[in-house]
Every structure is written in structure tokens, then in C-alpha cells.
């Protein structure tokens, strides 16, 4: 409870960068022991959004030193004021990282990831019928997990975390999600589902990007 609630109001910059955080007034607020509250603050000094420095005290660090793809902190800032910068900056990032993955995951995903790739497309295709934006997000983290993890390259696997994260982040009832722009969103999936089970690395990258892009362009004339 300590380590989501105070991570939260870090991320979200409810706590400003270099305010020093008083122990004793931390176990007052959420009742609990120094044990538990020193435990929570070296929880969130392993994801960078806090330093304790002998003498000082634990002092809260600015975006720069924070964990900035760790799930949890994509999380915590999904929620806040820096949800659009996020949601820029690791379209961004997915742009490169999701086309080079597509492009090694049509010529090394196994028979049965193909499989499994195209249930989750016709998921997403259901998804958007119906519009069911809890459904699509479901079926969207399940869709980019198989094409990270496809490129079978560990690094690339492990920003599947990263992604599923951000793309929890559009759940919100607030929020439009991607089901609003179908039914280019479904064909720019089925495209990349269909490059990826025939083996076509070329369209796959190219599919890949083109989804991240039409994304982008919504974020550049959204108001979040």
C-alpha cells in the first residue's frame, strides 16, 4: 500500500523532485512501522524515484533517475498529468522496437505463436465489433506480447512488460481507446497478423510501424 500510493504521487509530480521525505511523519500518515516504511522507501529507491543519503534523509529524484520502462512506474504515470508525454515518448520507442521485432518474428515465430496470433487477431476483431474497450485492450497486450516475444530476442521480450503497462493505462473510462478508430485499427492488426503467418518480413515491419504511427497522429490532436 505505502509503495503504490507514494510511487503514485511521485510519478504523477503530487510530490515535487528534491522534497526530503521524514520517516516519522510517513508512519504517522499510513499508520504503520518504520521497518515497513523504510522497506517501502527502498522499494521505490530501486526504481529511482528516491535516494537515501546518509545525514540528509530520503530526498525525492527528478524524472531522470526514475525506471522510466519498469511496468510499475508506467503505471503510476499513466494516471496522472504526464500521461500524453508518456504515451508520446514510448510510442516513440515502440516505433523502432516493434517494427525490428516484426521483422525478426515473421521468420522466427514457432507454428504454434502463429497460432496463437491469429485467435488473439480474431479477439481483437470481436473487440471492435462489439466495442468493447476493456475486451480490446485485453486482446491488444495479448497481440504485441506475441510479436515481442516472437522476435524470440530476450531484450525485445522483456519491453513486452513496458507495453502491456501503457496499454493498460487506456482502460480508463476517461479515455478513448483504440476501438474509436476502428475499422483502421483492425486492419492495420489483421495486416500485421497476416504478415507475421506468412512469413513476410518486409510487410510485418512495415505493418507493425504503421500501427504505432496511426497512434501517434491521434496523441498529436488529443486533449488528455
Known sequence: MVVNELGAEIAQGRVAANEILNVSDLCERFGVSRSVIRESLRA???LGLVKARPQVGTRVMGIGNWDLLNAQVVNWRGYGPGYATQMNELLEMRRGVEGS???L???RMTDTERRQLRVVADQLIAAAG???GREWVAAD????RLVLEGSHNTVMAQFADTVAAV????QDTDRRTITDQTPQSVNNHTSLADA???GDPDLAEVSAIRIVDSTLKEFEHADY
Open 196 to 198: 507475421l503467418i506468412d
Open 130 to 132: 462489439s466495442k468493447n
Open 141 to 144: 497486450v495479448a497481440f504485441h
Open 167 to 170: 496499454l493498460r493505462t487506456r
Open 44 to 46: 521505490l529507491e530501486s
Open 101 to 103: 521485432a516484426a521483422r
Open 105 to 107: 518474428a515473421a521468420t
